[in-house]
């Protein structure tokens, strides 16, 4: 069966694509933004009336030197209201950050979680939730935006499993919608620090985050590859004087030395940057935090992988705020 796209669709495509482009330039007038995209002077003048009407956008004055004659009114992001939620939930620590439609992060708050179980840990995240909106309960709130810890089901909106006595198959993003009032997205961890590290470079690189978990983020050729499962690297096999044993079992419940918990840890990144064929990799948690036991991964790791690396430390907390630009950017795909 043929499929058409609607004028409806072309309508809100086009609304979404001056959205982005007003997020982008900060300011621009109608003539810019008919000039950029090639649409009709009704055309723009709808959409940019829709926008305002959203009040996502405002009017604002020119910011050019203009000698003489009327200057012609901008259209800029309105970074007064409209918020978006932004929360990293991890078993290490609970991080939240509130940015506007500038990307701009204007409140961030902390949480130490409780981890005996699932209600301990959900009571934690409710915690720190509920502070933060109340915060903001005068405001407007548009998405919230969950990096979470462990294999996730972006699409479904399901946590599959950390290591908290009860938590499988968790269906955070409807909990939250339900609590919130809220759409709520959840997508994984590194994905969202490794996307707002993209924002700033988008060069290939491999993204490891190890705390009291193990994940891994791929961007390539300017994408983020996203799949459930794909980069758990917990999961890969190393051989140990017992056999094979999974990665997060070695590294964490083993009781092996620190040298041999690297070894195995090395062996695997290096074949993620084989196999993606990168030379930079960034790197964040706890378990980077040491200078000499840095160096000395590095030096395992350009051993196995057999080129120089770039190695780098990245900010934890930007999965936060990668969360929170996963759930704009989703959210924004439903503007009418």
Known sequence: MRKFISQQDMRIANILEVLSLIRKEKSVTRKEIQNLMGLSWGGVSQIVSRLLELSYVV???????????????????????????????????????????????????????????????????????????????????????????????????????????????????DMLTERYGVPSYIAHDPDCILSAAARENKEDAILVRLDKGLGMAVIKNGNLIIGSGMHELGRCKVLTDKGEEELHRVYFKSGKSAEEKNE????????????????????????????????????????????????????????????????????LKYIK
Request: aromatic content about 8%; overall charge negative; proline content about 1%.
């Open 59 to 173: 009017e604002e004055k020119s910011q050019d030197n203009i000698s003489s004659g009327r200057r012609p009114g901008c259209i800029g992001i309105n970074a007064a209201d409209n918020y978006i939620i932004g929360i990293d939930v991890n078993m290490s620590g609970l991080y939240a950050v509130v940015i506007n439609l500038k990307n701009e992060i204007i409140y961030e708050e902390a949480k130490t979680p409780d981890i005996t179980d699932k209600d301990s840990f959900l009571a934690s995240i409710y915690e720190l939730l509920d502070s933060v909106t109340e915060k903001y309960k005068e405001n407007t709130i548009l998405a919230l935006g969950v990096a979470m810890q462990g294999e996730v089901d972006t699409d479904a909106g399901i946590s599959i499993g950390i290591s908290v006595a009860g938590w499988e198959h968790i269906a955070l993003a």
């Open 264 to 331: 195995a840890l090395a062996f695997v990144i290096a074949n993620s940057i084989i196999l993606f064929n990168v030379k930079k990799l960034l790197v964040c948690g706890t378990a980077f935090n040491e200078e000499e036991e840095l160096a000395k991964l590095k030096a395992l790791l350009e051993k196995y992988a057999s080129r120089t690396l770039d190695i780098r430390r990245y900010d934890v907390k930007r999965a936060a705020f990668g969360a929170a630009i996963f759930a704009i950017e989703d959210y």
